[in-house]
């Protein structure tokens, strides 16, 4: 009991003593100044730093349109807030939520939308700044698209002999969906499938890739961060058929060349536009012979200012890897001539004539032009052209006609190679008029000598 008289005296002892003085009256100090401040100042600021930007259009005219954001230029914003002063004090930054004032924007393309902030707990405030203020963003419609796709292996080689069949490369799938903003779809033109891998090969070769390149129509690769490339985890399986490919060289038949005539040397003179042509082929053995004849040309058809054009006529089993369609086989007249001869009866003939029948020539004189070499037409005479008429298809029933006539050369040394092959040739088409008639036979002959 004596202890607690003593309360008082201890506390009259604390209250005379400095230290216990100063203390006291700077917590009364406080006291009074807090309860002046919330009397008098009921609000108060608060600042959220780095509060994430929400681009969801939820609710908004914007998605009722079918849009979506495809980019903003601002993720996150400083914001200052006021609000009372007992209350925003338990405000978090997570209670927090920056958002795109999209109003009733209604249509692709780039907006400038006023960022604002709102909070799911029930504490009112204001916002005092939002930092930045306002953000770029861009609205389209997300859309699902189907791309054709191309696949590309420049890193596949083929050895000699060897090509690869590009037309027919086959890409499984032979699709991609491609999901993503309907502008940036739009600019699509072209779909990759790329593998890098570097092989040779000689036969038919499947690879595999998952690597898909965009392009534009003018050949810029494209960002696909935006885009979402529905792969399905699976790869693209890439065949790669290979071809034997081979040059030869091109050739062409004379026909109607008579017997003794210099075809070696007619050909120094005739050239071709085309000396070789490259074709491909799925089939190894495809190629038996190193020549691809281009067909003929008629000897008497072969004038100063021939020309002749042959359309490439290629098998289905070929694929022409030079490009070119036509050859144009021409001849070089330089050191030729053609003059006219007039051939007399007397060196025009008959051969294959039919048995039984008496045929007579009843032309007299023909004129044939004939082209050569410039010094042999000079010392070729008329007399060494032979005119043979040839009756093997002829109409026998027929009393009078037209057979074929042959023209052929008597070989001389002034005009002939040193092989004595002739260097001149009739150009044109010639016809000998002829008669037959049936032979009369022994029999009739005694008939008639009776019938005397």
């Known amino acids: 009991m004596k202890k607690i008289h003593e309360i008082p005296d201890l506390l009259d002892w604390l209250f005379n003593t400095k230290p216990f003085q100063i203390v006291f009256s700077v917590i009364c100090a406080v006291l009074i100044w807090f309860s002046v401040a919330v009397t008098t100042y009921k609000t108060t600021h608060v ?9 969801e259009l939820s609710g908004t005219v914007a998605e009722a349109s079918g849009l979506s954001t495809v980019s903003c230029d601002v993720e996150k914003v ?67 698209r189907s791309y054709p796709v191309t696949a590309v292996f420049p890193n596949v080689k083929v050895s000699a002999g060897h090509v690869l069949n590009l037309e027919n490369v086959v890409c499984e799938p032979s699709t991609i969906e491609i999901t993503g903003p309907s502008a940036q779809l739009d600019e699509i033109s072209k779909v990759e499938v790329y593998s890098g ?15 898909v390149r965009l392009y534009t129509e003018e050949g810029a690769l494209m960002d696909t961060s935006q885009l979402k490339l529905n792969l399905q985890g699976k790869n693209f399986q890439i065949s790669i058929p290979v071809m034997t490919q081979k040059e030869l060289a091109l050739t062409y038949d004379i026909r109607n060349a008579p017997n003794g005539f210099a075809l070696n040397w007619l050909r120094e003179k005739l050239h071709l536009s085309e000396e070789s042509i490259t074709l491909a082929s799925q089939t190894n053995t495809a190629f038996l012979g190193d020549n691809w004849n281009l067909g003929f040309v008629a000897l008497d058809s072969i004038t100063l200012d021939f ?22 086989l021409t001849l070089d007249a330089e050191g030729l001539d053609s003059k006219v001869f007039e051939v007399t009866e007397d060196n025009i003939s008959i051969v294959n004539a039919p048995v039984g029948y008496d045929c007579q020539i009843i032309t007299k004189n023909i004129l044939v ?40 050369f008597i070989p001389r040394e002034e005009y002939t190679t040193d092989d004595n092959l002739v260097k001149v040739w009739a150009t044109g088409t010639y016809r ?17 000598t009776e019938t005397e």
Do not use: W
């Not at 891998?197 to 890739?209: G, H, P, Q």
């Not at 290629?314 to 369609?325: E, H, M, R, T």
């Not at 000079?378 to 042959?406: F, S």
């Open 307 to 328: 020309s002749e054009n042959f359309e490439l006529d290629l098998k289905s089993d070929y694929i022409n890897k030079s490009g070119f369609q036509n050859v144009t």
């Open 47 to 55: 600042t959220f730093y780095e509060v994430p930007v929400s681009t």
């Open 78 to 144: 400083t914001v200052q807030l006021e609000g009372n002063r007992s209350q925003i004090g338990r405000l978090t930054e997570k209670d927090v939520t920056a958002y795109l004032e999209v109003g009733n924007t209604s249509t692709t393309g780039e907006f400038n939308f006023s960022i604002n902030v709102r909070s799911e707990s029930d504490i009112s405030f204001r916002a005092v700044s939002i930092t930045p203020s306002t953000a770029k963003v861009r609205l389209d419609k997300i859309e699902t």
């Open 197 to 211: 891998k570097s092989i040779e090969i000689d036969t038919l070769y499947s690879l595999y890739a998952n690597e």
């Open 432 to 448: 000998v008029s002829v008669s037959l008639s049936p032979e009369e036979t022994e029999t009739t002959t005694e008939e008639e």
């Open 369 to 408: 032009t004939v082209c050569g070499d410039e010094d042999a037409l000079n010392e070729l005479r008329t007399q060494d052209i032979i005119v043979t008429a040839d009756l093997m298809n002829y109409d026998i029933h027929q009393n009078v006609g037209n057979a074929n006539a042959i023209i052929s």
